[in-house]
C-alpha cells in the first residue's frame, strides 16, 4: 500500500487563510515573517515549521489566490444562466466581476504575482503566469459556441478578449477609473459582437 501524504492540520488551514488575508492587504513582495505572523498570531518558527521556508509559504500563498480565481472561473465555465454562451457575454460578466471594487485586493494581488512570475520565474512564482493564462483561456474557449471555438479564428478572438481583460484590469487597478475603463471594454465588446 502506497504511503498517503496526510493533508494540511486544521491549524495549518488557520494560519493560511489568515496569512491570505494580510498578504491581500499587504501583498507578496516585501513579505517578512516576523510582522506576518506577529499579525497572525504565530511566530516565524511555526511558519517554518508548518511551510519549510519563507518561500514554501508565499507558494501556498499563491496556490490559495489560484483557489480564489479558478473558483471564478468555475462559476464561469458554469454560467449558463448568468450570460448565453459567447464571448462578447463572457467578457461582459467577467469584467463586471473585475471592476467591482470589493475584488480589487485580490486582483492586486494576483497582478502582482503574475508580474514576478515573468521577472522571476523560478522559486514559489515559477509558471504563475503561465498557468493563468491557460486556466482562462480554457474557460473562453470553453464559452465559445463550437464553431467559433474550433474555426481557425478562434483561438486569435478569446486571445484578443483576454488581452482586452488583462490590459482593461491593469489599468483600472492603476487609476480606479472604472468609468473610463468600463466605456472602453464595452467598446470592445461592440467589436466582438460585430459580424466577421
Known sequence: MPDVEPGPSARQVELLEAAYAYALVNGLADLSLRPLAAAIGSSPRVLMFLWGSKDGLVKALLNRARQDELALLGRLGQADDAAPPGLAPTVELVWSWLADAEHRPLLRLW???YTRSLVEPDGPWAGFARATVDDWLGVLAARQPEPERNAPEG???RTLAL???????LDLLATDDERRVTAAVTLQLSLL???R
Open 155 to 157: 483561438p486569435v478572438r
Open 163 to 169: 488581452a482586452v481583460l488583462r490590459g482593461a484590469l
Open 111 to 113: 497582478a502582482e504575482a
Open 193 to 195: 459582437r460585430a459580424p
